[in-house]
C-alpha cells in the first residue's frame, strides 16, 4: 500500500521535469531585472550595462540594469537572495560580495550558499602605487624601506573593506610591518591625497592607476596578480618579493538559490558567449581587467576560497572595519 499512495507524488514529481525545460525553452518571456551593488558609472556598472544590453539584443526581452549603491553591496544582495529563482532577477557581484562576509560577522546571508553561481565575467589585478617622491623606486627598494623605516607608515584605500583596504593589510601580515590605514570615500580622493604625498602607499584599481601612472603623477611600482602582466611587462608582481602575494578583484553573475538547472543552463551558455567574444575582451581588457567565463561550480569554488581567504586576513591582521 506504501508504494501505492507514493506514485501520485511520484508522478506529480515528474511532470515539473518537462515543465522547467519548456520554461528554459521560452525564457525569457518578460524584462529580466539586473541588480548592481554600484552607482552608475563604475566597473560595476559598466559590466551590468554590457551584459544587459547582450541579453535584449539576443533574447528580444529588455534587461533592466537596477543600480542598489549601498551599504556595500548587502542591500543588492539581499533583494537577490529574495527574488524569485526563475531567471528574472541576477545580481552582478564582484569581489566585495565575498568580502562582506569576512568583515561584517551578522551579515544576513552566506555569500555562496544561499546564491546559484552563474559565471566569472572578469578578473582584475591592482596597482601599487607610491608617491614620485619617495626613496624607494622599485618594488624591492619599497619593501626594503617599509621593513627598516623608523618613521610611521599609513597606506590609502577607497574606503573600509575594498580590494585596496584588505590588499595593504594582506601585505603588512607579509612584509611582517605595521602601517596605519587612512580609508577615502573613493578612489579619487584617495589618488590625489597620495599624489600630493599625504600618505605612502595605495593598492588602487588597474585602469585609474595606470593613468595616473603614464601621465607622470605616481610610480607604479608592482602589480598583485600572481604574475606579470602582458599590458605591464616591465612592473613586477608584488609576489616577486613577497612569494604567495595574490589580490585579484573579481565580476560575475549570480542569481537566487536553486535556479533550476535548464535556466542556469540557458543563463550561462548566453553569458559566456558573451564573455568570450572579441567584442567584450576588447572592451574590459581596455579597462585592465580580463574575461574569464568560469562554469558554475568553478566560480562556486572560486567564490568559497576567495572567502576563506579574506576572512583569514581579517583575523590574523586584527583590522578593524567599523
Known amino acids: 500500500m506504501k508504494a501505492f499512495r507514493t506514485l501520485p507524488a511520484l508522478c506529480a514529481a515528474l511532470a515539473l521535469v518537462p515543465a522547467v525545460a519548456c520554461a528554459a525553452d521560452v525564457y525569457p518571456s518578460r524584462p529580466i531585472r539586473l541588480i548592481t551593488p554600484a552607482a552608475p558609472g563604475g566597473t560595476t556598472d559598466f559590466l551590468a550595462r554590457l551584459l544587459a544590453a547582450r541579453f535584449t539584443e539576443a533574447w528580444k526581452q529588455q534587461a533592466i540594469v537596477d543600480n542598489r549603491a549601498s551599504a556595500s553591496g548587502v542591500i543588492a544582495a539581499e533583494l537577490t537572495k529574495a527574488a524569485a529563482a526563475d531567471?528574472?532577477?541576477?545580481?552582478?557581484?564582484?569581489?566585495?560580495?565575498?568580502?562582506?562576509?569576512?568583515?561584517?560577522?551578522?551579515?544576513?546571508?552566506?555569500?555562496?550558499?544561499?546564491?546559484?553561481?552563474?559565471?566569472?565575467?572578469?578578473?582584475?589585478?591592482?596597482?601599487?602605487?607610491?608617491?614620485?617622491?619617495?626613496?624607494?623606486?622599485?618594488?624591492?627598494?619599497?619593501?626594503?624601506?617599509?621593513?627598516?623605516?623608523?618613521?610611521?607608515?599609513?597606506?590609502?584605500?577607497?574606503?573600509?573593506?575594498?580590494?585596496?583596504?584588505?590588499?595593504?593589510?594582506?601585505?603588512?601580515?607579509?612584509?611582517?610591518?605595521?602601517?596605519?590605514?587612512?580609508?577615502?570615500?573613493?578612489?579619487?580622493?584617495?589618488?590625489?591625497?597620495?599624489?600630493?604625498?599625504?600618505?605612502?602607499?595605495?593598492?588602487?584599481?588597474?585602469?585609474?592607476?595606470?593613468a595616473q601612472m603614464r601621465a607622470g603623477k605616481l610610480r607604479g611600482i608592482a602589480v598583485t596578480s600572481a604574475k606579470r602582466l602582458a599590458a605591464l611587462p616591465d612592473v613586477p608582481a608584488v609576489a616577486e618579493v613577497l612569494p604567495g602575494f595574490e589580490v585579484v578583484g573579481w565580476y560575475g553573475v549570480i542569481a537566487p538559490a536553486r535556479l533550476p538547472k535548464p535556466l542556469?543552463?540557458?543563463?550561462?551558455?548566453?553569458?559566456?558567449?558573451?564573455?568570450?567574444?572579441?567584442?567584450?575582451?576588447?572592451?574590459?581588457?581596455?579597462?585592465?581587467?580580463?574575461?574569464?567565463?568560469?562554469?558554475?561550480?568553478?566560480f562556486r569554488q572560486f567564490m568559497l576560497a576567495d572567502l576563506k581567504k579574506w576572512a583569514d586576513v581579517v583575523k590574523r591582521s586584527g583590522a578593524k572595519f567599523e
Open 87 to 210: 531567471g528574472y532577477t541576477l545580481f552582478l557581484g564582484y569581489h566585495q560580495h565575498t568580502i562582506n562576509a569576512a568583515i561584517l560577522p551578522k551579515l544576513p546571508y552566506h555569500p555562496v550558499n544561499d546564491f546559484t553561481p552563474v559565471t566569472q565575467m572578469t578578473e582584475a589585478a591592482l596597482l601599487m602605487i607610491i608617491n614620485l617622491a619617495h626613496p624607494g623606486k622599485t618594488l624591492k627598494e619599497f619593501v626594503d624601506w617599509t621593513k627598516t623605516t623608523k618613521e610611521p607608515i599609513n597606506f590609502g584605500s577607497a574606503g573600509i573593506g575594498s580590494g585596496g583596504h584588505l590588499g595593504g593589510e594582506l601585505y603588512k601580515l607579509m612584509a611582517g610591518v605595521k602601517a596605519q590605514h587612512i580609508p577615502y570615500k573613493g578612489t579619487g580622493p584617495a589618488i590625489i591625497d597620495l599624489i600630493a604625498g599625504q600618505y605612502h602607499f595605495n593598492f588602487a584599481g588597474l585602469a585609474g592607476a595606470v
Open 264 to 298: 542556469l543552463d540557458k543563463l550561462h551558455a548566453e553569458t559566456v558567449a558573451y564573455v568570450k567574444s572579441p567584442e567584450f575582451r576588447k572592451r574590459v581588457e581596455a579597462d585592465g581587467a580580463q574575461p574569464v567565463g568560469s562554469d558554475p561550480e568553478t
